[in-house]
């Protein structure tokens, strides 16, 4: 056994409890039990069992058959957990799910077909029932000694932090390509070094990863941008050329000479950018990856013109093969957009004011985290080029009862329409856009009649 003490939830207990009262059964396995062998916390309490999923429906009431793959989701204790029939996969004809799969009755054929040695251990025990004992009110009473089940060496790999598929490494990605992709961002979340035997097998089976839909690889690259240091994921994902399938683009920035960091190319400086964001940051960390995007593209003579906005349309591009949440790509192509905005000192305040009013208020602050990143992402410091004074300029203006955008005007579309008898439509709108530069000019404008009299006057220069 481990020198850490596996000690799961009682709700779980309570499952496993049950499992082996009625003489089936029962283990921890997966990523919980890895998890705290690492001497992490626990997202969730996995466990698999050779009982089928009809006969789980009924030793747990009220338990729900999820899928044909054997996952029956079961509430004890005020908790819901997952519990999985014991089971082998055949046939992976689409490189992602198997076809087949085949009921087992031994936990040690269930733990073959998984992914990497870490995840091929299992915590629990076989039972007839004579050892386990449930009350009522479900808890156990009495329950056999659990074992750790460990027969692919993961726990020493734990141990010495390796990361290292079950069996042939080019089995297990011909079976699911995403496994591949999951690799990195596990060495990343965990600290692992991947095996040599893997990294090789990753390398040559890459290819693959065109095979996934843009759901999966999205939801693995928010995991892997949730790292500590996501830069230990990135640089796999472009030495095994997983980048080059998820987005030519930024593979192409390898090698493309940057000037800001002796020794640095264009993707170190990327992977560099994202380590800067802030981890509670996460949107702010995909438009780090992606704020150099069109730099490939656009490079001429040793610049990058326009880069900004070819990387933007790029941005979108790919976010939307990833399937990317409509505003979570909005926003990461503005911020794309506008990252390489500049300021000079000698702005007045009705500068800053446009300013403001370009980004919008709600992207302000991931603009300027952005901007800090891809300073220290350059080898500067975060508030070079003047913009911890803009920052506190913003601020002020802000915080300041000034005019910022339509809604910040005295008067809107329906007092103009009433007031001045206009109608809906493209000369209302250009009024109020006219009114709200002249009110971030000089907010002492913004006051209702005054702003009646200046539409009023529009008008007349118009007729």
Known sequence: MPAVEIRPPDSVLMVLGRLWAAGHAGYVVGGSLRDVLLGREPADWDMATDARPERLVELFPGAVYENRFGT??????GAVHELTTFRSDHEYADFRRPHRIEFGDRIELDLARRDFTINAMAWGADADGADATVSEAGAVDRMPEPVLVDPHGGLLDIQTRTLRAVGDP???????????????????????SVETGTLAAIRAKAGLVAHLSGERLSAELDKLLGA????????????????????PELAAQRGIPQNKIPGDDLWDHTVRTVDAVP???????????????????????????????????????LLGRLRTPRAVAERVVHLVRHHMFTYDPSWGDAGVRRFIRRIGRDALESLFTLRAADNIGSGQPPDAHDIGELRRRVREQLEADVVLDRADLAVDGDDLITELDLAPGPTLGRILDELLERAIADPAINDRPTLLLLAQSMLTEDR
Not at 72 to 77: F, Y
Not at 170 to 192: K, Q, S, W
Not at 292 to 305: E, L, Q, V, W
């Open 72 to 77: 029956v989701a079961v509430r004890e204790g």
């Open 279 to 317: 981890v509670d940051r996460p949107v702010v960390r995909l438009a780090a990856l992606l704020h150099d995007i069109g730099k490939p593209a656009t490079m001429s003579d040793g610049h990058f013109r326009n880069h900004d906005a070819v990387g933007a349309e790029l941005t979108a591009q």
């Open 228 to 247: 500590e240091w996501p830069s230990v994921g990135l640089r796999l994902m472009a030495v095994t050329d997983i980048l080059g399938v998820l987005s």
């Open 170 to 192: 080019r089995a297990r990605f011909e079976e699911d390509a995403l496994r591949m992709v999951r690799a990195v961002r596990l060495a990343a979340t965990l600290d692992l």
